[in-house]
């Protein structure tokens, strides 16, 4: 089986409940804390070409809703990828990067199908 990382913010209540799921199934994953490392542009930038920037950053939350309404107005994915490098909390949680697939947000469905 692939190695599954999991990238978001510990205290998250959405990375928690990914925690429960990967540790209930027995599913070993590594952990990457944005607020500890930051965002890894690498995957980063390979989420937003696999899933599209709308699916990777998290325009429903406080970061988002903080960002200069020009910003916000003119997102694409360059000014994405900026603003996700420099605002980590941007990025939808978790990030879960299993091989080449990778999944954003909390997905029960879709981790099954990592095994």
């Known amino acids: 089986m692939a190695a599954i990382t999991l990238y978001g913010i510990k205290n998250c209540d959405t990375m ?16 990457h804390d944005y607020k500890k490392d930051g965002a890894d542009e690498k995957v980063l930038k390979a989420a937003i ?11 429903k939350g406080t970061t988002w809703r903080a960002l200069p309404e020009k910003t916000r107005a003119g997102m694409d994915e360059a000014g994405a990828i900026r603003a996700a490098i420099a605002n980590p909390s941007l990025i939808k949680r978790p ?21």
Do not use: M, P
């Open 95 to 115: 990030l879960v990067v299993s091989g080449a697939q990778i999944l954003a947000g909390f997905d029960e469905t879709a981790y099954a199908g990592l095994k």
């Open 16 to 31: 928690k409940k990914a925690f429960a799921w990967f540790d209930a199934h027995k599913i070993a994953y590594a952990f």
């Open 49 to 59: 070409k696999s899933l599209g920037w709308e699916s990777v950053i998290n325009r």
